[in-house]
């Protein structure tokens, strides 16, 4: 593969920020017809070295090389007249208008377009690569998956030479995800030259050649897939030798349960406005337990419900054997519920608002926003957390939307762990984050349930989920299809469960 034609050389990359060097003398290299992965911890430089290469961010020193030939790209469109389109986790295009129309907007303009023409143009490239959509279907009635290939669709067509995916297989399920692998596949062998960013080890080592490592902003090296094992991966990425997660337990030596037998939340007939059937719940002092299933299995619908953040169609709820009333969720945090979402973007931080403001912002919506907390106690509070989560910022000031997204995710984990919840909910809370993040969080959950806290843990990894749940309530198309603890809990039980197998 080293004889193969290298498409991009990045060699020398610098970029600064006030106070951060971002990447330090950091070299890339691309080949031809290569799927290669960009690899390493959030704030590594992956996100900064992309938004150099397509012209977001101008390089402070260095070069870059297509085809052998030097190029200097100031903006997005440079890059994109260049050969380099970007396909990212969150989807671009438009979903009122037709595959097609996505396919050639900013391309084909005026009255002048030639619908059939573009449709039949569409239609030739859908089928080429495989896509299972029809030029005049509206985007929007595709799957995620789909609506990816659809982006990678229009970058294949406008002649891109290198393609860089980022993280794009977050929201898909499996068979989407091969769906997606395949397209890759196809476009290696068309000679076109992939850049994958992902968390995801196991897609990695899949579907890629060759891997990069950056951590810190500098790079680590360059690699064949074949002579980088996963565990070197990983100590690579982290700077340090893995310890295995062998000291993350919640269970003593004899497998028993360490909670208490104290019911501190539960939920008799809940049911929500989203489709999920009524079920029946409860979590104890001490206790981690988790949802479980597919995707779409209705895992988040269920705590959405619990918090109040959907309205419930019926249902009782009782907090410590009283039974309460949640509608919303202003009513669960007065309750001592905390509740971290699945889509941290949307529903989780408030990106033009600083750290310090998002840190305090539940406890703020508690105490009510006419009697604000004074800049030197919400300056404490988050200097605090800051600390005890090791967040990496510049200052307190610093707008949340400028950190890597494992340090939002810790921003919004202290704005609830500063309200000091009995029952903290946290859906997803280590999706898209580094393997070293996702050890910290899953320690300080055990950390939380040792104090007393109960803690509803929901991750789509079930090597996670049975590391840190004592029990986990399985569900299949919406609805509540088993209970595992104990012994019971295995792989092989939940993917049986799942399944609709007996265990």
């Given at each position: 593969m080293d004889n193969q034609n290298k498409i991009l050389e990045m060699r020398g990359i610098c970029k600064y920020f006030p106070g951060v060097k971002a990447l330090q003398n950091v070299n890339f290299t691309l080949r031809e017809g290569e799927i290669h992965a960009l690899m390493g911890e959030n704030g590594a430089g992956k996100s900064t070295l992309i938004k150099v290469l397509t012209g977001v961010y101008l390089k402070d020193e260095g070069s870059i090389m297509l085809e052998g030939k030097a190029v200097n790209i100031k903006s997005p469109q440079d890059a994109q007249k260049a050969g380099i389109s970007t396909v990212y986790q969150e989807i671009t295009l438009c979903p009122n208008l037709t595959v097609a129309e996505n396919m050639y907007i900013g391309r084909k303009k005026g009255a002048g377009v030639n619908w059939r023409g573009m449709n039949q143009d569409a239609k030739r490239m859908l089928t080429s690569l495989g896509i299972p959509a029809e030029p005049?279907?509206?985007?929007?009635?595709?799957?995620?998956?789909?609506?990816?290939?659809?982006?990678?669709?229009?970058?294949?067509?406008?002649?891109?030479?290198?393609?860089?995916?980022?993280?794009?297989?977050?929201?898909?399920?499996?068979?989407?995800?091969?769906?997606?692998?395949?397209?890759?596949?196809?476009?290696?062998?068309?000679?076109?030259?992939?850049?994958?960013?992902?968390?995801?080890?196991?897609?990695?080592?899949?579907?890629?050649?060759?891997?990069?490592?950056?951590?810190?902003?500098?790079?680590?090296?360059?690699?064949?897939?074949?002579?980088?094992?996963?565990?070197?991966?990983?100590?690579?990425?982290?700077?340090?030798?893995?310890?295995?997660?062998?000291?993350?337990?919640?269970?003593?030596?004899?497998?028993?349960?360490?909670?208490?037998?104290?019911?501190?939340?539960?939920?008799?007939?809940?049911?929500?406005?989203?489709?999920?059937?009524?079920?029946?719940?409860?979590?104890?002092?001490?206790?981690?337990?988790?949802?479980?299933?597919?995707?779409?299995?209705?895992?988040?619908?269920?705590?959405?419900?619990?918090?109040?953040?959907?309205?419930?169609?019926?249902?009782?709820?009782?907090?410590?054997?009283?039974?309460?009333?949640?509608?919303?969720?202003?009513?669960?945090?007065?309750?001592?519920?905390?509740?971290?979402?699945?889509?941290?973007?949307?529903?989780?931080?408030?990106?033009?608002?600083?750290?310090?403001?998002?840190?305090?912002?539940?406890?703020?919506?508690?105490?009510?926003?006419?009697?604000?907390?004074?800049?030197?106690?919400?300056?404490?509070?988050?200097?605090?957390?800051?600390?005890?989560?090791?967040?990496?910022?510049?200052?307190?000031?610093?707008?949340?939307?400028?950190?890597?997204?494992?340090?939002?995710?810790?921003?919004?984990l202290a704005r609830w762990l500063l309200t000091n919840p009995q029952y903290l909910i946290l859906d997803e809370p280590t999706r898209g984050i580094d393997v070293g993040t996702k050890v910290e969080i899953q320690k300080l959950v055990l950390k939380l349930a040792a104090e007393g806290k109960s803690v509803t843990f929901i991750s789509s990894e079930i090597d996670e989920m049975l590391r840190t749940c004592s029990r986990l309530i399985v569900m299949r198309d919406r609805k509540v299809v088993g209970e595992l603890t104990g012994d019971e809990l295995t792989q092989n039980n939940i993917m049986m469960t799942i399944a609709g197998g007996e265990k």
């Open positions: 005049t279907q509206q985007l929007g009635s595709c799957s995620i998956a789909v609506q990816q290939m659809v982006a990678i669709a229009r970058a294949v067509d406008m002649e891109c030479k290198v393609l860089i995916l980022d993280e794009p297989t977050s929201s898909l399920d499996e068979q989407e995800v091969q769906k997606l692998f395949g397209l890759m596949r196809s476009l290696k062998e068309k000679g076109v030259g992939i850049i994958f960013v992902t968390h995801f080890l196991d897609q990695v080592y899949e579907v890629c050649d060759r891997i990069t490592v950056l951590r810190d902003g500098q790079l680590v090296g360059e690699y064949l897939i074949e002579d980088l094992p996963r565990v070197q991966l990983v100590s690579k990425m982290l700077g340090k030798e893995l310890d295995d997660l062998s000291d993350i337990k919640n269970s003593d030596e004899n497998g028993e349960k360490t909670y208490s037998g104290e019911s501190v939340f539960e939920a008799h007939n809940l049911t929500g406005t989203t489709g999920v059937e009524p079920f029946d719940f409860e979590i104890h002092k001490g206790e981690v337990n988790g949802f479980t299933g597919l995707l779409g299995s209705g895992r988040s619908e269920c705590v959405r419900a619990i918090f109040g953040a959907d309205k419930t169609q019926s249902g009782t709820v009782k907090m410590n054997g009283k039974t309460v009333k949640i509608t919303k969720p202003l009513d669960a945090m007065k309750k001592g519920i905390g509740y971290l979402p699945e889509d941290r973007k949307r529903d989780g931080i408030v990106g033009d608002l600083s750290v310090r403001e998002n840190i305090i912002l539940a406890l703020q919506v508690m105490k009510g926003f006419f009697k604000p907390f004074s800049r030197a106690k919400a300056e404490a509070f988050a200097d605090e957390y800051i600390k005890l989560l090791e967040i990496k910022t510049a200052s307190t000031n610093t707008p949340i939307k400028s950190l890597s997204g494992g340090n939002q995710q810790k921003v919004i």
